[in-house]
């Protein structure tokens, strides 16, 4: 399958979130947490510039999401597109200045940038209105779709709807049930994550990614890792043996480092699987 866009992710997890998306001309950031400095950094490691982005879709209010837009905004002033609800918390955060910025929107709105699509779709997550991200566009001789969904209780119907028949995917990866379980956390705050309202399990992540895979998705980028209650080999091995077989590539996201996210080569479909460190590879 021919490539004419790339994904990568900046970084991920609860650190900070932003994920850098190019398609053709058209170059845009979902999340920008983290720092403004971090963000440049990471976008210059992975040979791309601030000043070459066209938009910032956020996903939700939570620091982890929009730490970087205050300073990043009044540097390199550019459109942000944030459901309504999310866009009151925002503006109690960041200076007058952003506010100028600021595209507000109802929590389903499409965006067209180019002869790029951008259209959100409500997940179901402990924010005031948050949202994943559902990328359409052609490649001349098709039409073709990329899906991003994070910081996400359950796989809702209207995620299914959205991500179902994306080629390429990120998809939340949070925790391994038994270390959340048995890990450093307090009660509530494992009752919170492990809820329907909280993050994805790897379990759950593994479970939907076989029926993306029925559904023509060739790539997955597990994202939202937990550095208390995961373990990026633990996520990678559920994943890719729930989809063992079916022809997809899965690329793991680090919480500090720009992730690209990578396609199968047809020799590599069929091969044995190395066993590795994600993050150290």
Known sequence: MKQNYRIVSLYSGSGGNSTFI???????????GKSARALCRALDEIGEDIENISAIFITHEHTDHIAALEVLTKKHPMPIHITEGSADKVCCRCAEHLLSCLVVEQTEFSVKLG????????????SRMSVGYRIEFSDGEQERAIGYATDIGYISEEIRQNLLGCEA????SNHDVDMLRDGPYPYDLKQRVASK????????????AIELADHGTRAIMLAHLSKENNDPCLALDETERAV??????????????????????????NAEREIYNPWNA
Not at 197 to 208: K, V
Not at 246 to 254: F, P, R, Y
């Open 22 to 32: 190019r398609i053709g001309d058209i170059a845009l950031l979902i999340d920008a």
């Open 115 to 126: 002869d790029v699509r951008i259209s959100s779709f409500r997940t179901p997550h402990d």
């Open 169 to 172: 995917v990120v998809l939340e």
């Open 197 to 208: 309202r909280g993050h994805l399990s790897n379990c759950e992540c593994a479970e939907f």
């Open 244 to 269: 063992s077989g079916l022809g997809v590539k899965i690329t793991v996201s680090h919480p500090d480092e720009p992730r690209e996210l990578i396609f199968p080569k047809e020799e590599d479909i």
